[in-house]
């Protein structure tokens, strides 16, 4: 437990201060954090060395430096030439199977394109929503199920996480993006619990694929790169599903 006291301060630290100062710093972080989700999804689903999943590394440095920079860019045009690269990868390498493909493409969508979703905010105040709904749930669901939580929601998938505690969760999202609209964002509150409650539901789907996928290739963690928290992808599972729905619903609800 202390562990993964520390570390949540220590890490809840550097990404708040990253995402403060936004910028070149905040791109790279994201940059980082994607790459090192890439490496656990790599290292956990493939069981022999996947060659054409390589070729994420790269579209992920591609497309997120030009974001850093502020180059536009056709995210089609980006997907394409990978389909492409990854075609030819597939061809030339006789080793490769088409589950190699396939599982390289949902590295691409999975990992690169839900996390490219955090550059997209015009500005970082909004953003901030993102890491109130998923930690903010995660928190509460926690806390919630822990003491209450008697119906389990899915016991094959995850056998802690109960019905209760994802009703605690999104409600404690939904108080705290409203508390944060209140003194910072100043916008209609009834949007505001709309996105939370929506955001909220989805962390609990992005928490449950993540488990699937471990469950599935027999392993606990992703990695122990996160003392008491597991890997990226543990701690970011949740994330990795809030940030586009967000974005959306603020663009289409608040913009």
């Known amino acids: 437990m202390k562990k993964r006291v520390i570390t949540g301060v220590v890490g809840g630290f550097y990404i708040g201060l990253a995402t403060y100062i936004g910028g070149m710093l905040f791109g790279i972080t994201i940059l980082g954090i994607s790459l090192l989700a890439l490496f656990e999804l790599d290292k956990s689903?493939?069981?022999?060395?996947?060659?054409?999943?390589?070729?994420?590394?790269?579209?992920?440095?591609?497309?997120?430096?030009?974001m850093i920079m502020g180059i536009g860019f056709d995210l089609f045009m980006v997907i394409t030439i990978h389909t492409i690269v990854t075609g030819i990868v597939f061809v030339v390498h006789n080793d490769t199977k088409f589950k190699d493909l396939a599982v390289s493409f949902f590295g691409l969508t999975y990992i690169i394109l839900l996390f490219y979703h955090a550059l997209l905010f015009s500005d970082y105040i909004h953003f901030w929503l993102v890491y109130i709904i998923t930690f903010g749930s995660d928190s509460f669901a926690y806390i919630v199920g822990s003491n209450f939580g008697k119906h389990k929601l899915s016991p094959k998938l995850s056998p802690k996480k109960?019905?209760?505690?994802?009703?605690?969760?999104?409600?404690?999202?939904?108080?705290?993006?409203?508390?944060?609209?209140?003194y910072?964002?100043?916008?209609?509150?009834?949007?505001?619990?709309?996105?939370?409650?929506?955001?909220?539901?989805?962390?609990?789907?992005?928490?449950?694929?993540?488990?699937?996928?471990?469950?599935?290739?027999?392993?606990?963690?992703?990695?122990?790169?996160?003392?008491?928290?597991?890997?990226?992808?543990?701690?970011?599972?949740?994330?990795?599903?809030?940030?586009?729905?967000?974005?959306?619903?603020?663009?289409?609800?608040?913009?």
């Not at 990695?223 to 970011?236: A, E, Q, V």
């Open 45 to 66: 689903v493939n069981d022999k060395k996947n060659i054409v999943f390589k070729t994420n590394y790269l579209t992920a440095i591609m497309i997120f430096f030009l």
């Open 162 to 182: 109960s019905v209760e505690g994802v009703v605690g969760g999104l409600i404690g999202a939904c108080v705290i993006a409203l508390i944060f609209n209140y």
């Open 184 to 255: 910072v964002l100043k916008e209609s509150n009834t949007l505001i619990a709309m996105i939370a409650i929506i955001g909220s539901g989805v962390s609990v789907l992005g928490d449950l694929l993540a488990s699937k996928i471990k469950r599935e290739f027999g392993i606990k963690d992703y990695s122990n790169i996160l003392p008491g928290h597991g890997g990226i992808l543990d701690r970011f599972d949740s994330f990795l599903m809030v940030a586009p729905i967000t974005y959306y619903l603020v663009m289409a609800l608040l913009f």
